[in-house]
DNA sequence: GCTCATAACTAAACACTGTTCATTTAGTGA
DNA sequence: TCACTAAATGAACAGTGTTTAGTTATGAGC
């Protein structure tokens, strides 16, 4: 039994070194760059190697994505330790943008990529990505409560939301934010989320000081 | 001279025969899945044809994403016939997220596909896809100065408004709506659009009526 | 130690892709 | 009719994802 479990780590490492050598060509090429071949040569395997742990390569970039999605979920619930709602929503949405930018290869992947097999791709998300969105929903429902927001269908003002910040990282990393400079697209995307969410209170976050503070935006 | 003409012209008519071609292709089956050689069998001429009119592939994508580009900025002007700048921005949107919703494979080649040719890319945008911003960013000021938006950079509110409704439209396109029953999307739109715009001002669209009137979102 | 079945691996091929180029065909001007 | 030019193409090249038949290594049972 013991080296059947050894054979199983030793194939369950192979992937994960296919798995990881492959998105690291990808950050380097990206991923519509990188073939078969490119990832057999790296790891020093034949091309047909790879095929013995994977079904094709629609399934190498299926589990990238759903391990996008899974960094995702982790770096967004560190937003959540906020208390107030609209504080947490705002944090929450800095966040995902975050994430984007930081890694854009993954989030091209998760949001922006055709999907090959649309069946496939359904089914991986509604795991672990309709958890995120699930997320987003009972933080806008909190807003809501508080009368941060007006008070209309939970999941419009959720894809809202959602909307509005795939729609900024998704410009950006399609290179469509060359309006702002590299360095000011952090604070820039502070503005636009004050934009979206203050406005509905008429409040202004003070995010240095983590506070809310009355005032009109600048 | 006249011959020379008629020669120009036949030549003229091969490129929007291919095209029209590709184009229609495209619709069908989604561009990744289209080959030059799907294009050549179409047109009855053989593959080697399409490269005496086209350098390669991504040219005649280009040409097609430039022809996207002029339909949107067309589609777009209808919008701003509207008096009340705040109106004429709500207008601008839908009239956008419309076209993404018609056109989503213009759209897709616009806005979502990734670039194979970065210099070419920006080139093209620069023309008529700048002035489609600048049409944005127009409106957006005249809201300003109407006391719509608070007073903050223009070009952070145009984007921020621009990233609205790319994010609704490609999440749309790339099937994330799922939580929206097909004929609930326009109406969907609408809820959006209004959950943006009108918080600014704490008034709502009557969009029935085409007018302002005072209270609160539902 | 020696077989032998099983698992891991790969060389070679297949059917594609975009693209090029030498060659053929068609059409015009003299 | 003849020569010249432009249009069109067949055949090839290098590359892609993927399959399969065949080879090598490895552990189990004697």
Same mark, same amino acid.
């Given at each position: 039994?013991?080296?059947?479990?050894? &054979?199983?780590?030793?194939?369950?490492?192979?992937?994960?070194?296919?798995? &990881?050598?492959?998105?690291?060509?990808?950050?380097?090429?990206?991923?519509?760059?990188?073939?078969?071949?490119?990832?057999?040569? @790296?790891?020093?395997?034949?091309?047909?190697?790879?095929?013995?742990?994977? @079904?094709?390569? %629609?399934?190498?970039?299926?589990?990238?994505?759903?391990?996008?999605?899974? &960094?995702?979920?982790?770096?967004? @619930?560190?937003?959540?330790?906020? %208390?107030?709602?609209?504080?947490?929503?705002?944090?929450?949405?800095?966040?995902?943008? #975050?994430?984007? +930018?930081? =890694?854009?290869?993954?989030?091209? +992947?998760?949001?922006?990529?055709?999907?090959?097999? &649309? !069946?496939? #791709?359904?089914?991986?998300?509604?795991?672990?990505? +309709?958890?995120?969105?699930?997320?987003?929903?009972? =933080?806008?429902?909190?807003?809501? %409560?508080?009368? /941060?927001?007006?008070?209309?269908?939970?999941?419009?003002?959720?894809?809202?939301?959602?909307?509005?910040? /795939?729609?900024?990282?998704?410009?950006?990393?399609?290179?469509?934010?060359?309006?702002?400079?590299?360095?000011?697209?952090?604070?820039?995307?502070?503005?636009?989320?004050?934009?979206?969410?203050?406005?509905?209170?008429?409040?202004?976050?003070?995010? !240095?000081? @983590? #506070?809310?503070?009355?005032?009109?935006?600048?």
């Amino acid at each position: 039994m013991s080296i059947k479990q050894r &054979k199983e780590q030793e194939k369950s490492e192979m992937r994960t070194l296919i798995l &990881k050598t492959a998105m690291n060509l990808f950050l380097e090429k990206g991923f519509e760059n990188i073939t078969i071949r490119n990832i057999a040569e @790296k790891i020093e395997y034949s091309p047909a190697t790879i095929y013995l742990y994977f @079904k094709n390569k %629609d399934e190498i970039l299926f589990t990238l994505r759903r391990e996008g999605f899974e &960094k995702l979920y982790e770096h967004q @619930k560190t937003s959540l330790k906020l %208390d107030d709602p609209l504080m947490r929503l705002h944090k929450h949405g800095e966040a995902y943008i #975050q994430f984007a +930018l930081e =890694n854009p290869e993954y989030y091209d +992947l998760m949001f922006m990529m055709r999907g090959p097999v &649309k !069946e496939m #791709q359904e089914t991986n998300d509604c795991d672990i990505g +309709l958890a995120s969105y699930e997320l987003l929903k009972t =933080n806008v429902k909190e807003c809501m %409560d508080a009368g /941060h927001f007006p008070v209309m269908n939970i999941d419009i003002v959720a894809f809202s939301l959602w909307s509005y910040v /795939h729609g900024i990282a998704s410009l950006i990393i399609r290179g469509r934010g060359i309006m702002f400079p590299e360095e000011g697209i952090k604070s820039m995307v502070e503005e636009a989320l004050n934009f979206m969410l203050v406005s509905k209170t008429e409040k202004k976050w003070d995010l !240095e000081n @983590k #506070q809310i503070i009355s005032g009109v935006n600048v």
